[in-house]
Each structure stands twice: as C-alpha cells, then as structure tokens.
C-alpha cells in the first residue's frame, strides 16, 4: 500500500489512539481507563481540547495524526528497536497504567504481525489498530439499538441479553461507568474507542451470529465444519431448531439435485478415455435403463443420513469443544477447524456404511434389490462386514482439505467484505451469505474431489465378483497412469452444477423452516 493512502487510512486510528480531548488508548482491566495524568506525556503532543472531529484531508492534518500515533508507538518501544514484543507491550502499557496479561498482548502481536517475526513494526502496528478500530466500530453500531450515536445501561442490558448473559441493571451501570469519562451515564463512539482500543477482542458475537453458514449450505458433502451456538440458543432449545431446519432444507435439497449426484457416481466410476460419459449421454442411459423414477436412485439413504450425521457431529463437536478446555464461547479459526474436523470423523465413522449402501444403491441396476435393507442383507451375506468400510480412509482423509480451505475461504470472503463494505452493520445481507457460502464450499469439493472419487470408486469395486481389491494408493496410480490427473475429477461437472441450485433451495427451505420452527432471524 502506497504512504498516502496508508496515512490517509490510518488517520482515523490515531485519533482513536490519541484522543483530541486528552485520553490516550486504554483497554480492558481492572485499573480501568488510563488516567489523564498517565497520558500527558502524549496528549501534550497532540492538539487541544473538544471532541475528535474527522480529520481534514490536507497533508498537515495526515502529518500530524500520524506523527501522533508514531509517539505512542515510541513510548510503548521499550527498548527502542523499531518494533514491539509482547516485553515491550507489557512494560509500555504498564507504564500507562494498563496492566494486560501475557495472553492478551500474544493476541494483539499475533493479530497485527504480518511477516511473522514474532513483533510488530509501525506499519503492522498501524494496520492493526486500523483493522481493530472497524471491529469496535460494528459492535458500537450494534450495541447502539436506539442508532442515536450513545449506548445507555438498557442498551447493554439487551445486548448481553441476547447473547445469553442476564445481568441487572446496578451491574450495567457499572460497566457503564467504567468507560464514562463525562459523567453522563453514556458512552459515546469517543469513549468506546479509547476504553477498547488496545484489547485484543476476538471472535466479536454479533459478526459470528450474522455470518453463520454451514447450516444453511447443503452441498450434498457434509463434511463442512459445524456452526456456534450461543448461550441464549443452548438454554433456549434454539440450537435443536437450527439443526433441524438445517437437516430439513439438506433434505429437500438433495432431493431437488438428486439426479445430478446419481449421474456424478456413475461418472465417478464408469466413465473413462474409452468409455467418455457426458452428461446428456449419462441422463440418456439412466433414464433407458430404468425410467425416471431411476434419477432418484440411492436418494433414500443420502437423505436418512442427514439425521444421525448432523446429531453425532454437533454432539461431538460440543464435546471436543469442552476436550480443548477454551474458556471462550465462540471458538478461533484453527480451534474450529480442528474440533470440526475431529467431529466430522467421528460422524462419518458412525454412519460410513450407510454411505457404502448411498453408492451401491445409486449403482444398482433395476430390480438388483428389493429396497436398502435387502441390499445391506446382500453385502453382508456375500462380502462380510468389511465391505461397509471400503474406501474409509480416503474419506476420511478429504475431511481435513474439505472442512479447512471451506473454512478459510469462507472467513477469507467475510473478512474481506467486513474490511471493505462494513460500516453501520456486520450484516452483510442474502446474496452476499449466498455467494460466500457458495463459493468456499466449491473450493473445498474441488480440493478434496480426488479422495472422493477414488472412496466412490473402492466402494463400487467392492461389489464386482472376481475383481482385485485395490489400495488407495493403488487406485490413485492406476487412474493417474491410465487417464492422467484428470481422471481424478471424473463427475466434476455435475457436482459443480448442482452447487448454486443446492445452496439456494437450501436457504429457501432453511429460512421458511426457521419461521415455522419459532426461530427469530437476525
């Protein structure tokens, strides 16, 4: 990012940092906002008195608010270096009269330090407040439920309300004077700014309540990380409602783009250089095989399974949850994608054979089996117990792609959106969920595609008298060797064209589902 427009980006930070009225950067503790005595090193630096206007767009004025902030930095530079540990932080900041522990100034390093040397320079030091000041920004907004620029104790009262925190209105009343410098009993922007500024917040409620997805976004693949619950939604019985809204909508949806994922198995494993399925060909033979009722094929246990996989994943992941020992409500990133994973091998592991009987079914040939119970009973009386787990281990193994870059790309988008068109609300709105949702979960089929080709695969071969049971590894060399790397992504087409048909018919169900259910949408 060129100077200008860094300055002009972080001039609004260093008003926060520097207040104009006198107050410099405080944070969360228990010696409560810095006392104007700690500060009047740095405020009589600045300019004087009166409320923090937006700064003008002269260089003068950029000058200045920058060489406000640069003085902060210098006086939280303990050993003068050009860049701040966590011992400068804490020495800095204690100096101040701040005291963090050591867990908090590790968050702030770690959220700002972009080159990863363990320490912030000024330009990481500037980017991080700037990132910071917009996420106290949006939780001010939405704190603000009267929109008239101040929050009041009623206001913090409902908010810690509807995240499932009750408290009186003496306790909101201390919050509130703790962070009142005027003696009004209101916080305004000014005030939430300064008290906040330096505490490293994570994982803001209202950004995660609005940006919830995996519910909602049934791609035929339940393989993506499960959704937070707060503690109103526990207590309430809320959670169960989500769930089965979600469980209905994958329902529905699957069922809508159930001939698309029949056509994408039998590509998976019939179609190859010398027998080149296409899709109107593969629709053709399907429906000449075995009528349309045949495109609904092994639709029946990929709907069963949404139940017990979506009860088994959330039952576990709340478990795990509790393995990891946070102590916070909403879990990081790299928590999330490891208790998600952890949960969603667990699921899969539970329901495994009734994704072998999804296969066979969708494969099966007109009046090979009376129903799914006959084709269990066949399986078992001629293959053994063993074949309900063919192809287990690369199933196993396109959770950790699927369930992390769905993720990453998901909060890649978010926080790209929250950066950049963010300003009164976290919510981003319908279309915007839709895309993002859409978009990261095509990513994370696409990364793990070739797993579940060769899972469909060894779950197919299983069944074929005579035939060698291959490896993974072996079957990954012989489709390499025979039909080259794009062999791996047989049945890609389908898959891909049944995503925003999925995702949409989904939301539409899960939505209409919600209101019926007696789920509020925020």
């Known amino acids: 990012m060129p100077a200008g427009a860094r300055r002009s980006l972080a001039s609004p930070v260093v008003s926060g940092v520097l207040c104009q009225c006198g107050t410099a950067p405080t944070t969360v503790c228990s010696s409560g906002p810095l006392p104007a005595a700690s500060t009047a090193a740095v405020a009589s630096e600045g300019s004087g008195g009166g409320p923090s206007p937006s700064p003008p767009p002269h260089s003068a004025s950029l000058l200045e608010h920058e060489r406000r902030l640069h003085s902060l930095f210098l006086q939280l530079d303990v050993n003068r270096d050009g860049a701040l540990c966590v011992h400068d932080l804490a020495v800095g900041l204690e100096r101040l009269g701040l005291h963090r522990s050591e867990r908090d100034l590790w968050k702030i390093v770690k959220a700002g330090d ?103 976004f049934d791609v035929g693949e339940n393989l993506t990380v499960p959704d937070e619950f707060t503690v109103e939604e526990r207590q309430t019985g809320m959670w169960w409602r989500h769930l089965v809204a979600g469980g209905g909508a994958g329902a529905v949806s699957r069922t809508c783009t159930a001939p698309l994922d029949r056509l994408k198995v039998l590509m998976q494993v019939h179609a190859s250089r010398s027998n080149n399925m296409c899709i109107v060909g593969g629709f053709t033979q399907m429906i000449r095989e075995g009528g349309t009722r045949s495109l609904w094929r092994g639709n029946g246990i990929n709907v069963l399974k949404i139940a017990p996989e ?82 287990y281990i690369p199933n196993m193994l396109g959770i950790i792609p699927y369930a992390g870059i769905d993720l990453a ?63 993974m590894r072996g079957l990954f060399k012989h489709i390499l060797k025979t039909e080259g790397a794009f062999g791996l992504y047989r049945g890609l087409a389908p898959n891909f064209m049944k995503v925003i048909p999925a995702v949409s018919i989904s939301y539409v169900v899960y939505e209409n589902l919600k209101m019926t259910l007696g789920v509020d949408s925020r």
């Open 310 to 391: 979506s009860a088994i994943k959330f039952m576990a992941y709340e478990q795990i949850k509790r393995f990891i020992g946070t102590d916070q409500e909403v879990l990081r990133i790299h928590e999330r994608l490891v208790a998600g994973s952890l949960a969603g091998a667990i699921a899969q592991s539970s329901i495994y054979p009734m994704e072998v009987l999804k296969t066979r079914m969708a494969l099966r040939k007109t009046g090979q089996y009376l129903g799914m119970l006959d084709c269990a009973k066949n399986i078992l009386a001629k293959e053994g117990m063993a074949a309900f787990y063919k192809g």
């Open 409 to 471: 790309v998901y909060e890649t988008l978010k926080n790209s959106w929250l950066q950049r068109y963010a300003v009164n609300s976290a919510d981003p709105g319908v279309f915007v969920l839709l895309a993002c949702g859409t978009m990261s979960s095509t990513c994370g089929q696409l990364a793990s595609y070739p797993l579940a080709l060769v899972r469909t695969r060894m779950q197919a071969q299983a069944s074929i008298e005579g035939a060698p049971q291959v490896t």
């Open 114 to 216: 972009k080159d990863l040397d363990g320490q912030l320079d000024f330009e990481e030091f500037v980017h991080y407040l700037q990132d910071h000041e917009k996420k106290l920004r949006l939780v001010f907004k939405s704190l603000d439920k009267k929109n008239d620029g101040c929050i009041d104790a009623q206001e913090i009262m409902q908010s810690l309300r509807d995240l499932g925190v009750k408290i009186s209105e003496q306790q909101a009343e201390k919050i509130l004077k703790s962070m009142d410098k005027n003696g009004t009993m209101t916080i305004d922007w000014n005030e939430w700014r300064d008290y906040h500024l330096l505490h490293p917040v994570e994982n803001i409620p209202e950004i995660i309540l609005y940006w919830k997805h995996s519910t909602i």
